[in-house]
């Protein structure tokens, strides 16, 4: 079974190794959940690593009640490529949630606030039936955190049809990851909360908003 | 292993094996009956508004008060209320839109409140492919494991090439066809297929590729029956559209389950995937290939029955003693082993997660995803060639012989009626973007006829020597430079197609770099580079010396050497 050219073809498989070893040095990587807070069908609610050093200000105290009026304060809507921006941007922005989600949301949110550390983020995904129950799920989802005095929030899914499975329910055994995060345009009412911080990263200055006596009533929708 | 060959010849014959086939097929009847049968009206249903599920009454909800009010103030009877929820229930249902189209990984319909659901995907993959091949290619070409076969009565041909090659490709072009019919558990799937193959000698045509419906209302027992890829070792369960590299590795494409396809028809059992740690697949398949059975599989009998015929009379082929002379026109195709189906049974354990079989890790698991399989098939009565040692114009059904040259067995032509018996054993991990991946296979080859095989019709010339069996392992292993989206993947491939024969390795060595456009594997680009050396030892009937009586003098492999390939395949592959 030997044949002349083995060690010529040693080198190739030592050569690849090292290719190998050269990529996993790179080590690009992605936030992780490092614990789960609450699961069910309707919600999901994790605790966050971000790869990156954080400085957030948790664990935090923010009532259900509190993050329910901030929560009601963001409409959104997407932010899409050129040349498709022209057009689609001219479309008002929607309600981030319904009332339903907040409710549904918002106590185990409270919950994840005060169990994250400087370095975790509170991820949440809200769960509901998509156009084919069977194969996928409307789903709304993102990650919050504070950096007193500001509260972030990024959206990575709204109402996206997000796989139940992780391969598909037709085309047996074809892997069905999540589509990748889009990006979208958060606006918060009212606006003068809506601010920048040093880093020029957009975020509500919660506190203040907070204790403006505007919190307890509802955006507009 | 003699113990084993001898057990299984014994369970080929044995009708509890049909017995079983018949008790899974009434079983299965049963459960479709079933399938028709729907639960009890209620007065309402849960519809989804806006991605919402609410509970909706099925009469307006004033009216019903209205109603209701009546009946107990005995303005009217019960059973005019209950006439009167009935027929505006019907009226509403026949109002109520039941239709309703959308946009998600293809093209998505939704009939009758998702009873019915049409899903309709297309799949391309373009590529240019440049290729460079040594000397060895022109002479003396690749003859043994992936010969050509000419004409109707399939002669030998040497796949040789010149040195270089540049050229463009629709690999793959598919068009998807799938849903749920009556309810959600009982599944369709249809695949056609418009592509042509490396190396191909005539394009490619629209074909049916799958078609199969499974019943999933018992997760422990999910039914699959129809036209599919068999469930036997992990690289062939898995999509080509969710690979790591643009091509199988040689040595996945050996070692089918029939040894001749991936595809089959036939039926499996199996529990959920995602629902069960350890998952199992049982399958009875016609073991013949896809869109094909065994009725169509012959052997060469002359008129006189027990007598070898499909070729010119006389020497060098005289027909054995107590056969009449040969004639070359009257002969009959004779069926022979039938009644034997192909059995195929794989067991899966996901140890951590479920890694699933698509190839790298792209949806970034959070967590380690660990699973171990493997499989066993064992497909009886495969006619290489017609059994009656007459190899040089072989009459033996060319689709069955184009199959096994087709996935790399062409060393296997001419043995005659063999039995395959095959095993696979995999594993997979999975982790942040980082996957390791292998398989063990191990293929032994049972030959009906005894003795060296045999190169007339009166046996006064056979082969030199007896064919072994055939193994071969692979190891792949990908790491995601930029999670979900730029990956880098190796792999190495080894494989010995003939365990009796000395310098016919195959190995090969391949390097990709894939860039995934939207995160998932539906749209893609891939450069793989691929470096393949063939050995061209070992003895192949009717293609080595000594040849066939009559076959001619100088064997394709005269001159001996290496194959070495080494090809950049450029891939586009866009899914929607």
């Known amino acids: 079974m030997r044949n002349t050219f083995m060690r010529s073809d040693r080198r190739g498989v030592w050569g690849l190794a090292l290719v190998l070893v050269w990529a996993l040095a790179g080590c690009a990587r992605l936030p992780y959940t490092t614990r789960t807070i609450h699961e069910d069908q309707r919600v999901v609610v994790a605790v966050q690593r971000d790869v990156q050093p954080q400085t957030y200000s948790h664990p935090v105290q923010l009532t259900s009640a509190e993050l329910t009026s901030l929560l009601r304060g963001f409409s959104i809507r997407e932010q899409q490529r050129l040349p498709l921006r022209w057009f689609s941007e001219e479309q008002p922005p929607k309600p981030l949630f319904r009332e339903d989600d907040l409710q549904a949301l918002a106590p185990h949110l409270a919950q994840g606030f005060q169990q994250v550390g400087p370095n975790d983020r509170v991820h949440f995904e809200v769960r509901n039936p998509g156009f084919n129950p069977v194969y996928g799920r409307d789903t709304i989802a993102g990650w919050m955190a504070v950096r007193n005095p500001y509260l972030y929030l990024t959206i990575e899914y709204f109402h996206t049809q997000i796989p139940v499975r992780k391969s598909d329910d037709y085309d047996s055994n074809y892997p069905l990851p999540p589509p990748t995060p889009k990006e979208y345009i958060l606006y918060f009412e009212p606006g003068r909360f809506y601010t920048s911080d040093d880093k020029r990263v957009p975020a509500v200055e919660f506190r203040q908003f907070l204790k403006s006596g505007e919190a307890g009533a509802a955006a507009p929708r | ?576």
């Open chain 2, 1 to 576: 292993m003699n113990r084993l060959r001898e057990g299984l010849y014994i369970f080929r014959h044995q009708r509890c094996a049909h017995r079983l086939l018949v008790g899974v097929l009434i079983v299965l009847a049963a459960w479709l009956a079933s399938a028709g049968a729907s639960e009890a009206a209620d007065t309402g249903k849960l519809v989804e508004k806006d991605g919402k599920y609410v509970f909706v009454e099925s009469m307006d909800p004033s009216l019903k008060l209205l109603l209701e009010r009546s009946v107990k103030s005995g303005m009217i009877t019960q059973e005019e209320y209950d006439q009167v929820v009935k027929d505006s229930e019907e009226r509403t249902q026949l109002l109520s839109p039941t239709f309703r189209g959308w946009y998600d990984r293809g093209f998505n319909l939704s009939m009758n409140d998702n009873a019915f659901f049409l899903k309709i995907r297309f799949r391309s993959q373009l590529r240019y492919t440049q290729r460079f091949r040594n000397d060895a290619w022109r002479n003396p070409g690749e003859a043994k494991n992936f010969p050509e076969l000419l004409g109707v009565f399939g002669d030998y041909r040497a796949n040789r090439s010149e040195n270089s090659s540049s050229s463009f490709n629709v690999r793959r072009l598919r068009f998807y066809f799938m849903g749920h019919l009556f309810d959600p558990d009982f599944k369709y799937y249809i695949q056609m297929r418009a592509e042509t193959a490396e190396n191909a000698q005539s394009p490619g045509s629209l074909s049916l590729f799958d078609v199969n419906f499974t019943y999933t209302k018992l997760p422990w027992a999910n039914v699959q029956f129809g036209q599919y890829k068999v469930y036997f070792n992990r690289s062939q369960i898995n999509s080509t559209a969710s690979m790591q590299f643009a091509e199988r590795a040689l040595v996945q494409d050996a070692f089918t389950a029939s040894g001749l396809d991936r595809r089959d028809i036939g039926i499996t059992i199996m529990n959920d995937e995602e629902l069960f740690p350890v998952n199992y697949y049982l399958g009875v398949f016609n073991g013949a290939g896809p869109s094909f059975n065994r009725l169509g599989s012959f052997t060469s009998e002359e008129a006189t029955v027990g007598c070898p015929g499909g070729q010119t009379s006389g020497n060098p082929f005289p027909s054995p003693a107590g056969c009449p002379a040969n004639q070359r026109n009257l002969n009959a195709n004779t069926r022979i082993d039938v009644d034997r189906l192909m059995y195929v049974a794989r067991l899966n354990w996901n140890i951590l997660g479920r890694p699933g079989y698509g190839e790298g890790d792209l949806a970034y698991s959070e967590t380690p995803q660990l699973a171990v399989g493997g499989g066993y098939s064992y497909n009886p009565g495969v006619n290489t060639s017609s059994d009656n040692a007459f190899v040089g114009l072989d009459l033996a059904n060319l689709n069955i012989r184009r199959q096994l040259a087709a996935f790399g067995n062409g060393r296997q032509l001419g043995l005659g009626i063999v039995d395959y018996s095959t095993w696979a054993a995999d594993g997979v991990f999975k982790y942040r973007g980082f996957s390791l991946q292998g398989e063990f296979y191990f293929k032994n080859v049972i030959r009906h006829d005894k003795g060296l095989p045999c190169m007339n019709t009166t046996c006064t010339a056979t082969a030199p020597n007896n064919f072994g069996n055939a193994m071969g392992w692979y190891v792949q292993s990908g790491y995601y430079l930029i999670p979900r989206t730029v990956e880098l993947a190796a792999r190495y491939a080894y494989w010995d197609p003939d365990t009796n024969s000395a310098n016919d390795l195959i190995r090969q060595a391949d390097v990709s770099l894939n860039w995934f456009l939207n995160g998932t594997y539906d749209h893609q680009i891939m450069v793989t580079y691929s470096n393949t050396q063939f050995g061209t030892g070992g003895y192949t009937i009717g293609r080595s010396a000594p040849l066939p009586p009559g076959s001619g003098t100088v064997p394709l492999d005269a001159v001996g050497g290496t194959l070495i390939e080494n090809a950049i395949r450029v891939q586009y592959q866009i899914f929607f």
